[in-house]
């Protein structure tokens, strides 16, 4: 019996020394959970300061597209109007002294129209520029659509009478469109400009609108020169 309870005490001290080693081991293991859990914390919060990094680079990116994309919209758009600009202004200083004053006016009346036509221009630009950066709000209203078009086109009337371009509207006088002012007198402008200018000399330009109860339906069609199948697919897309 005496040598049983050696051997139990014995036992009993293996058993105390193997439960030690194990919560031994396990409070290391809690140690090195809890160390790991750090480190899945730091690298995560340093994972969003890459993605907060990452976002931040790309808005600074898009903001020099955005830039240059407007230097390239301006330049393009405002080359036309002062060639002409100088064109005329050149022909009247050379020549001034052989013009009378009739030709005189009909000089300055085209080059007034011209300023003004291309500070409308620059303002579209301007406006389109201010939208991109979101400091344009948004300001939709009941507006009559023919006091939109009658103000649109009594400032390009003048260039589309040089080229002899016959302008239509006909939509009705009471038709109304829910819209933001400035947005819409962009978009007309730049249709109608367009259509302008791609119109050979003689030719027609149509504006109409249908209405819906739910929409409204704006057209400006031309006999122009049209556009090729592979400009049609890139038309919204601004480079």
């Keep these: 019996k005496g040598k049983r309870a050696a051997e139990l005490i014995v036992a009993n001290k293996e058993l105390a020394f193997q439960i030690t080693e194990k919560g031994k081991r396990a409070t290391e293991l809690i140690i090195a959970y809890k160390e790991l859990a750090l480190q899945?914390?730091?690298k995560e919060k340093r994972a969003d300061e890459l993605i907060i990094t990452n976002i931040e680079i790309n808005r600074l990116l898009q903001l020099n597209l955005d830039k240059n994309r407007f230097?390239?919209?301006l330049g393009h758009d405002l080359r036309s109007p002062f060639n002409g600009l100088l064109g005329l202004s050149d022909l009247l200083t050379d020549n001034i002294q052989d013009f009378d004053i009739?030709?005189?006016?009909k000089m300055a009346g085209l080059i007034n129209t011209t300023?003004?036509?291309t500070y409308h221009l620059l303002e579209d630009i301007l406006l389109w520029a201010r939208t991109q950066q979101g400091k344009i709000p948004f300001k939709p209203q009941t507006l009559k659509f023919r006091d939109i078009c009658m103000n649109i086109l009594e400032v390009l009337n003048p260039t589309a009478n040089e080229k002899k371009i016959t302008i239509n509207y006909t939509a009705t006088d009471q038709l109304t469109v829910f819209a933001d002012a400035d947005m819409i007198k962009t978009?007309?402008?730049n249709?109608?400009?367009n259509a302008i200018k791609f119109t050979n000399i003689g030719g027609t330009i149509n504006i109409s609108a249908e209405q819906t109860p739910s929409t409204t339906t704006i057209s400006v069609s031309d006999n122009g020169v049209g556009m090729s199948p592979d400009n049609i697919a890139k038309l919204f897309d601004i480079v």
């Design 71 to 73: 230097m390239a919209i």
């Design 187 to 189: 978009v007309l402008r």
């Design 40 to 42: 899945i914390t730091e």
């Design 115 to 117: 300023a003004h036509s």
């Design 102 to 105: 009739e030709q005189i006016k």
């Design 191 to 193: 249709l109608i400009s």
